[in-house]
């Protein structure tokens, strides 16, 4: 059974940093891409950034480059992403997906970027 619980989130004020992590089982992890995407609230999802398995190619959208790092640890099965100088509009509930099979979805993690 593919299972994916984000946790790290939190509130933090603008400026400020989290890093979410991404625990995965169910699958061979190293195999497979992994995503970070995320839905504000009355919102659409949101692409964030995407990672290549081996965790040597990483992607961004254009609204977190330069910001955010995505980065993974195939031994622990976790992928993670660093959070930084975080915005107002950074809030939203951040998923981890496998890029392959999007099938499968956490609960999230709540990311309230506020002051």
């Known amino acids: 059974e593919v299972q994916l619980v984000e946790s790290g989130g939190g509130l933090v004020q603008p400026g400020g940093s989290l890093r979410l992590s991404c625990a995965a089982s169910?699958?061979?992890?190293?195999?497979?891409?992994m995503s970070w995407v995320r839905q504000a609230a009355g919102k659409g999802l949101e692409w964030v950034s995407g990672?290549?398995?081996?965790?040597?190619?990483?992607r961004y959208a254009d609204s977190v480059k330069g910001r955010f790092t995505i980065s993974r640890d195939n031994a622990k099965n976790t992928l993670y992403l660093q959070m930084n100088s975080l915005k107002p509009e950074d809030t939203a509930v951040y998923y981890c997906?496998?890029?392959?099979?999007?099938?499968?979805w956490g609960q999230g993690t709540q990311v309230t970027v506020s002051s």
């Open positions: 990672i290549n398995p081996g965790g040597s190619s990483t």
């Open positions: 997906l496998n890029r392959a099979v999007m099938d499968y």
């Open positions: 169910g699958f061979t992890f190293s195999s497979y891409g």
